[in-house]
């Protein structure tokens, strides 16, 4: 079976510090790949999508980046957060991009830029 | 802006009664919907999805109905127990890109 790992759980950073969030999936091959933003009380916000290695589509202009240095293996990334940056962060994985199949999540990161 | 969106950010249902939580999209050209179930500090989990070709799809303890005339979709959780305590999202497949409405938290009354 498939499963998806996001590490770490927690992280309070502090404004202007780097940031690198990674992502791992296990159990599939090219898998497509997305980190998602939720706000305290909101709905998620695509941020980045991947349909293969070195293959990043940015939804949204931000503070932030996003790579596939290997097939299964997504990282998002900040050179300096912003206050505005923080929230929870989620990685999600699809056998199909476009063809209808569901997002799996992994727990999520919650971050804290203080 | 998003296009999926639900009509109640609570509901309150009492334990073993029947749960409806709903959703209104905006997009006649969405072809799939994905109800999610989200516990509080984790992930959204999958529970069921729905093709625009269908108006009805059962799983274990849930359905959920697509009315492509008026836009709507819902979910029903037969039997609500404390264990459905969460906050539920609709999700629309439009430009080959999932969107999610705000959410539903559904509270369940002992």
């Known amino acids: 079976s498939q499963t998806i790992h996001q590490w770490p759980a927690t992280l309070v950073q502090p404004v202007g510090s780097p940031l690198s969030l990674e992502c791992t999936v296990e159990g599939t091959s090219n898998p497509n790949l997305y980190w998602y933003r939720q706000a305290a009380g909101r709905g998620l916000q695509l941020l980045f999508y991947s349909v293969g290695i070195g293959q990043i589509s940015s939804e949204v202009p931000q503070n932030l980046s996003a790579s596939r240095p290997q097939d299964r293996q997504f990282i998002l990334s900040s050179k300096k957060l912003l206050l505005s940056d923080s929230g929870f962060y989620l990685c999600?994985?699809?056998?199909?991009?476009?063809?209808?199949?569901?997002?799996?999540f992994g727990n999520g990161t919650r971050l804290t830029v203080t | 802006g998003e296009s999926v969106g639900l009509h109640l950010p609570t509901l309150s249902v009492q334990e073993g009664d029947n749960s409806i939580i709903n959703c209104a999209y905006s997009n006649s050209a969405s072809d799939y919907f994905i109800w999610y179930k989200q516990e509080s500090g984790k992930g959204p989990q999958f529970i069921i999805d729905?093709?625009?070709?269908?108006d009805k799809r059962q799983g274990q303890r849930v359905t959920v109905l697509l009315n492509k005339t008026v836009k709507h979709l819902s979910l029903q959780i037969a039997a609500t127990q404390p264990g459905d305590s969460a906050v539920y999202f609709c999700?629309?497949?439009?430009?080959?890109?999932?969107?999610f409405g705000k959410g539903t938290r559904l509270h369940i009354l002992p």
């Open positions: 999700a629309e497949n439009r430009d080959d890109k999932i969107i």
């Open positions: 999600a994985w699809s056998r199909d991009r476009g063809s209808n199949s569901p997002l799996h």
């Open positions: 729905i093709r625009s070709n269908m």
